[in-house]
């Protein structure tokens, strides 16, 4: 596991940007991004934006499945910062994450807060593909990850569950073990096997049980 640290360090944004034309999961209505007022007629700029809590890079509560589930506006802000470390598994061979894929980093893990899994997937960001077969957690592997001190496991894809899955099982054991989820994240392929400072804070929405995220790895 490579160590990324700095005296005055880079930022890396790992969140895609809000646009109206942007992908969406199948289903959540497309983000509106409009004027509402412009320099030239009203002396000032104003836009109007509506999205859907799970709009892009973003972040799950528990409360997103569990009833009485724990909300993010219930979570100190130390929740969404600490120590990151991503896992490659953008050349595992099938669509489904192991544990014995995961086993390699069981000492990485250990000294972290958030687990972020690189599949690779960002590469049909904007293609229809995206929402498609992408790599996801076993059942088993996901009971592992819950076992470890993590505040959080993120993926560069558009769930931790499948596309074509009943009852989001993968959500379920997740959340139910208190762990925040951040999905859609991007650019995790270079960072693989690397640990940093990671910060994912949420928009502060009152009982949010998901919000959009600027995702951010500290180099």
């Not at 989820?181 to 929405?205: D, H, K, M, Y």
């Amino acid at each position: 596991m490579k160590s990324v640290s700095a005296m005055s360090p880079s930022l890396l944004d790992l969140s895609y940007p809000l646009r109206a034309d942007m992908s969406v999961y199948p289903g959540t209505p497309p983000v509106v991004l409009k004027p509402l007022c412009t320099i030239e007629r009203d002396g000032f700029a104003e836009n109007r934006l509506e999205i859907s809590s799970h709009t892009g890079t973003h972040i799950d509560a528990p409360a997103h499945m569990l009833s009485g589930g724990r909300t993010l506006d219930s979570y100190p802000l130390s929740s969404f910062d600490g120590r990151a470390l991503v896992i490659d598994c953008s050349s595992l061979p099938g669509s489904r994450i192991t544990l014995s894929d995961l086993l390699p980093s069981a000492t990485g893990i250990k000294g972290v807060d958030f687990v972020l899994l690189s599949t690779g997937w960002a590469r049909f960001w904007g293609h229809e593909r995206y929402f498609h077969d992408y790599p996801v957690l076993q059942e088993d592997a996901a009971r592992w990850l819950s076992g470890f001190t993590l505040r959080g496991i993120g993926v560069d894809a558009v769930s931790v569950d499948a596309s074509d899955a009943e009852n989001f099982p993968i959500h379920h054991i997740l959340l139910e073990a208190g762990l925040l989820l951040i999905e859609n994240l991007v650019s995790l392929s270079s960072l693989a096997g690397c640990s940093f400072r990671f910060t994912c804070l949420p928009l502060p929405i009152e009982s949010a049980e998901a919000a959009p995220v600027r995702a951010v790895a500290y180099l």
